[in-house]
């Protein structure tokens, strides 16, 4: 059997400015449940990239599968 490595990544951009807080904690939660649903579909995470901006954040997160063929 080969094993082979499938990659995915999920981008998430947050506010920064203080009146947006609601946007930034329901960004957040989206990101999580993306975490977790890749999750429960097999993949880990592998790393996560953060690049900051004047007015946002970009969360890029690389995660890598297992697959049997």
């Known amino acids: 059997m080969t094993t082979r490595v499938s990659?995915?990544?999920l981008t998430?951009?947050?506010p920064t400015a203080d009146d947006e807080r609601?946007?930034?904690m329901q960004?957040?939660?989206e990101r999580d449940q993306q975490l977790y649903d890749h999750?429960?579909?097999g993949y880990r995470l592998a790393s996560t990239?953060?690049?900051t901006g004047?007015?946002?954040v970009t969360v890029i997160d690389t995660l890598t599968k297992?697959?049997?063929e």
């Open 7 to 9: 990659f995915t990544t």
């Open 12 to 14: 998430t951009t947050l």
């Open 22 to 24: 609601y946007r930034l």
């Open 27 to 29: 960004h957040i939660g």
């Open 39 to 41: 999750g429960r579909s």
């Open 49 to 51: 990239v953060t690049v």
């Open 54 to 56: 004047s007015e946002l």
């Open 66 to 68: 297992e697959v049997e």
